[in-house]
Structures are given as C-alpha cells and as structure tokens.
C-alpha cells in the first residue's frame, strides 16, 4: 500500500515500539486477536507504512522517519566524507606517495 492511500487503521505505532524478527526480517506488534502486525523491512525501505495482521482484518500505521530508517542500511563506504576526512585522507595519500 503507498503512503498516500488512505487506509483505515485500528491504530498508529512508532517503528521503535515494534519488535525487530530477524528471521522474518521484518517487525511485529502485538494484535488485539492474539497474532501480531508484521510489515517486512524491504516495505519500510520502499516508504510503505502500513502493517497487516495475517490472521484478522485489523491493520496498522507505522510511524517513522524514511530518511532516517535508510541510514541503517547505507554502507560505511557509501557515506559521504567530511571535509575534515576528506583532507586526512588526501594527507595520508600524500605521505605514501612521498
């Protein structure tokens, strides 16, 4: 579901309140019905917000930062440098070439 669909919901939960299953990768929260929401973290990533209950017709927001939930999953050599990095690493280029 996108996040500009309006979609009825039995309630609105923080990402932080639910619980990571790394098997599953993906992340619950307990259902009124006694199953628990799951939405997969590849749907986070992807800016959808709602989480479904498999064994009801009960569904969930999730709240969060897209932004800051994409960071998580940056590699440390994709992050962009500082100006300070930048330049200790143009010095230590500079002494091994030296």
Not at 4 to 24: G, I, Q, Y
Not at 60 to 77: A, C, D, G, T, Y
Not at 81 to 93: G, P
């Amino acid at each position: 579901m996108s996040t500009s669909e309006v979609v009825a919901v039995h309630e609105e939960v923080k990402l932080s309140e639910m619980e990571f299953d790394e098997e599953l990768e993906g992340y619950l929260y307990d259902c009124p019905c006694g199953d628990e929401f799951y939405i997969s973290t590849e749907d986070l990533k992807k800016g959808l917000n709602i989480a479904e209950c498999p064994s009801c017709s009960l569904k969930l927001r999730v709240l969060f930062n897209l932004e800051e939930f994409l960071k998580q999953f940056i590699k440390e050599s994709d992050k962009p440098q500082s100006n300070n990095d930048f330049q200790q690493n143009q010095q230590q280029k500079l002494i091994t070439v030296q």
